[in-house]
T-cell receptor, first 112, second 116 residues
Framework: RKEVEQDPGPFNVPEGATVAFNCTYS??????FFWYRQDCRKEPKLLMS???SGNEDGRFTAQLNRASQYISLLIRDSKLSDSATYLC?????????????FGKGTHLIIQP | DTAVSQTPKYLVTQMGNDKSIKCEQN?????MYWYKQDSKKFLKIMFS???????INETVPNRFSPKSPDKAHLNLHINSLELGDSAVYFC???????????????FGPGTRLTVT
C-alpha cells in the first residue's frame, strides 16, 4: 500500500511568520522522501530532499521521523513568494525509475 | 532551452475522440514518466519508460498508451476520450547515474485536457 497523507489546508499565515506542516506515509520500508513545490497552474518542482538526519536549506528545514513515519517542513520568516502548494513525496520502491508517490499537497497562503 | 516540453499546452476535445500529447526532454535523461493531476489536484503516476521499455504501468485504462520513439520522447495516446479523462497531464524525466537513480524529477509545464 502506497499512501502519502497531508493536511490540504489552506494555511493562511502572515508574512514573516514561521509555518510548519507534516505528512505521513504508509510504508515503513520507504526509501526516499522529498518536498516539491507547485505554484498555481504550474508544474511541480523539487524544493528539497529529506534526509534521515534532517536538513536545512536557507529558511527551509525538513525532517524525517522514520519511527512515526512522518516528514515535516518548516519555513521560517515566510515571504509572500512562499505562497504555493507543498507536495510531500515518497519513493516507495527504492529506485526513482518506478516513479514517485505524491501527497495531495498543502496549500499555503502568505498574507501581507 | 526548455528542459522538458509538452505539446499542446491546452487540448479541448469531444468525448469519443482519440488524441495524443507529446513530450520531449533535452536533459539526456533515460527515464520518462506521465502523471495525471485531477480536479482535486491529486498527482498520480500513470507510466514510466526506462531505455524505451515500460517498467511500470499503474492501473490506468488501456485506452491510454504511452509511446516512446526514442529516449528523448514519451508521447501519450488516448483513445475514446471520456469526460473523466479531463485533467492536467504532466510529463517528467529523471536520470540513473551509475546504476543509482537520481531522485529529482523534472516536470514539463503540463497539458490541460478538457473533454466535453
Amino acid at each position: 500500500r502506497k499512501e502519502v497523507e497531508q493536511d490540504p489546508g489552506p494555511f493562511n499565515v502572515p508574512e514573516g511568520a514561521t509555518v510548519a506542516f507534516n505528512c505521513t506515509y504508509s510504508n515503513s520500508a520507504s526509501q526516499s522522501f522529498f518536498w516539491y513545490r507547485q505554484d498555481c497552474r504550474k508544474e511541480p518542482k523539487l524544493l528539497m530532499s529529506v534526509y534521515s538526519s534532517g536538513n536545512e536549506d536557507g529558511r527551509f528545514t525538513a525532517q524525517l521521523n522514520r519511527a512515526s513515519q512522518y516528514i515535516s517542513l518548516l519555513i521560517r520568516d515566510s515571504k509572500l513568494s512562499d505562497s504555493a502548494t507543498y507536495l510531500c513525496v515518497v519513493d516507495f520502491s527504492g529506485g526513482g525509475a518506478d516513479g514517485l508517490t505524491f501527497g495531495k499537497g498543502t496549500h499555503l497562503i502568505i498574507q501581507p | 532551452d526548455t528542459a522538458v516540453s509538452q505539446t499542446p499546452k491546452y487540448l479541448v476535445t469531444q468525448m469519443g475522440n482519440d488524441k495524443s500529447i507529446k513530450c520531449e526532454q533535452n536533459l539526456g535523461h533515460d527515464t520518462m514518466y506521465w502523471y495525471k493531476q485531477d480536479s482535486k489536484k491529486f498527482l498520480k503516476i500513470m507510466f514510466s519508460y526506462n531505455n524505451k521499455e515500460l517498467i511500470i504501468n499503474e492501473t490506468v485504462p488501456n485506452r491510454f498508451s504511452p509511446k516512446s520513439p526514442d529516449k528523448a520522447h514519451l508521447n501519450l495516446h488516448i483513445n475514446s476520450l471520456e469526460l473523466g479523462d479531463s485533467a492536467v497531464y504532466f510529463c517528467a524525466s529523471s536520470q540513473v547515474i551509475a546504476g543509482v537513480p537520481t531522485y529529482e524529477q523534472y516536470f514539463g509545464p503540463g497539458t490541460r485536457l478538457t473533454v466535453t
